[in-house]
């Protein structure tokens, strides 16, 4: 366990500064001058600073050794040995410099920029794309040292700008709470170490990282009763690494609710004895003590700027307007035509039918926790609800209508005239329609599944096959590592700023050998570029057992055959080749049971009572 620097209460800004002082001589050429602290914050700033500075120089001087390693085991050795200086960073790189935090943690995949650049591909680079370059059974040498150098080049970027700026005991919060996260959805599913596995060791790094970033903010507590708990809580979740035997076999429903789910209480705890305000909100909400309820994100942070804010009013009138069949073309066409309620806001069918009967080109999506997503469409062409609204409106296969003509409708009706103007100072219009809608859509976020009651300490009625399902959803299966905990669709934890779409390679039929693509270009149509053919965005499994059949052309009727699909690694294995799948195309080598397991767990992702929603 690494060294903990203890403070005692009475502990002065200079014996702070000492501290501050060893730990920058420890570093050199990282920081050339230091100034004396004035006030206890100062001086706990300086001293992040410095242990930040230490974790970097450490992380540095490991990637230059990989930089001139030639051999396999001395490359494997000083990769392991930089991710964990790296995980020791990571609380605080990834709130002071996010962006370059991204550039040494993203995914081994190509990125392309869509419109004009279309055709300009950025090649992948940082940690995880050099993770698979040293798990090559002949590994290049040459391509290693590259990806090593390009590490090195952004570290050495950090060290010499030194990203902390002022600290202060909300961002310390901030960031505490952010690392909780992205432990709990990325750093236990295998996101970032998806060939070598190494996620445990790593993410108990994590948690070492913040037992010292607390004991430099001891003096800041009033209760030191609740400091305490702190570091015993940090440090139970580094024995919980500790006894895992494996990254397979980890107890993941187990260390959220024991370990992660009380970090909650006491970081809401924290806010009370530091007297801390926050500046803003943020999408997720302040005082929640579970990332498993219906009040743990705040709907008004994914909102446009324009919209206001949800209110149970304007939402009453949303659903009104959702259900009202009068305000299409035909008059016989509603939101519920293809969003049913009791199929959890789906239709049931593999292609959804236009205003005449005919069918469409895609399987009708869910609209549960369609808001707490950046981008709405399979093909993510819209950024809100509010844009997904208008698209459908406007649509001649969907509403054939325009909101002009809604409006005329709207406008004839004196009980929708007069709600209208009672909630909104413009009265009916373009803006008012559309936000109305949108706030309904935006208060489908139950949370309240057998799963979320559980973990959530709600109810211990939880099976042991469902909690083994969401172990291997979490690990072994790789679902997590697109689905990402605890929304389980594609937005992006902690930020939840991105949809991530992905290229699974889904067949045109359902067969399992010769498989031919279905011929839906995806995210190609709006982005006009080749990495983009066959890309759709990662929708929820929430309530999956009710959206039945699956993929954006419902080719597969069961979850058993979505497993069998994944279990083979998508596409390849059916023998549909696409150079661009993102999908890993190795074989998951999941058992019957352990397939089972996992349905189970979906089976408990069902939200109660979603047809009176």
Known sequence: M????????????????????SLLFSCKNT???????????????????????????????????????????????????????????????????SANYYGLNKANLPKVDEGDNAEKVIEASGFQALEEAIAETNIDIAAVHGYANDIYSKL???????????????????????????????????????????????????????????????????????????????????????????????DRYGFIKNQLQPMLSLWNQTITDWQVEFPLQQKLNYGVDSFYDAATFNPNAFKPSYSPKVSPEIAQLGKDLFFDASLSDSETMNCASCHQPEKAFTDGLRFSKDINGNFVQRN??????????????????????????????????????????IIAKLEKSSTYKKRFESLYKQGINHKSVRN??????????????????????????????????????MGKGKCA????????????????????????????????????????????????????KYAFKTPTVRNASKTAPYMHNGVYDTLEEVMQFYNVGGG??????????????????????EIKAIIAFIHSLEDDKTESL
């Open 436 to 473: 109305a809608i949108a706030t309904y859509l935006r208060t489908l976020t139950p949370f309240n599944s057998k799963f979320d009651r559980n973990i959530s300490g709600k109810e211990n009625t939880f099976t042991a096959e469902e909690t083994l399902g969401f172990n291997l959803f």
């Open 31 to 97: 920081v050339e001058t230091t100034a004396i602290p004035t006030n206890e914050n100062d001086a706990i700033s300086v001293a992040i600073k410095a242990q930040f500075a230490k974790d970097l120089n450490n992380c540095i001087s490991h990637v230059n050794a990989l930089r001139e390693a030639t051999t396999k085991d001395s490359i494997l050795y000083y990769f392991k040995a930089s991710r964990i200086d790296f995980k020791r960073m990571e609380p605080i790189l990834s709130f002071y410099n």
């Open 572 to 593: 390849v294995g059916i023998g549909i080749e696409l150079e661009n799948q993102t999908l890993p195309p190795d074989p998951l080598n999941l058992t019957d049971n």
């Open 2 to 21: 690494q060294r903990k620097i203890n403070l005692p209460k009475e502990a002065s800004i200079v014996s702070l500064f000492v501290i501050c002082i």
């Open 481 to 532: 590592t697109c689905h990402f905990a605890p929304i389980f669709n594609g937005t992006v934890p902690p930020y939840f700023v991105e949809s991530e779409l992905e290229v699974l390679g889904v067949p045109k039929t359902k067969t399992w050998k010769n498989a031919t693509v279905d011929d839906d270009l995806g995210r190609y149509y709006v982005a006009k570029a080749e990495l983009k």
């Open 156 to 250: 050495k970027l950090e060290q010499k700008h030194n990203s902390i700026l002022k600290h202060t005991n909300y961002k310390f919060l901030w960031l505490t709470r952010q690392a909780l996260v992205r432990v709990m959805s990325l750093g236990i599913s295998g996101f970032d170490s998806p060939v070598l596995l190494q996620s445990i060791p790593e993410n108990k790094e994590v948690f070492t990282s913040l037992e010292t970033y607390f004991t430099l903010h001891e003096t800041v507590f009033k209760d030191q009763q609740l400091y305490k708990n702190w570091i015993t809580a940090l440090q139970e979740a580094q024995q919980a690494f500790d006894h895992a035997e494996s990254f397979d076999s980890f």
């Open 364 to 405: 009708s999506p869910t609209l549960l926790y369609a808001s707490l997503q950046q981008s709405q469409f399979y093909d993510a062409r819209v950024e809100n609800l509010e844009n997904q609204i208008l698209d459908v409106i406007n649509n001649e296969k969907e509403f054939h209508a325009n909101t002009d003509m």
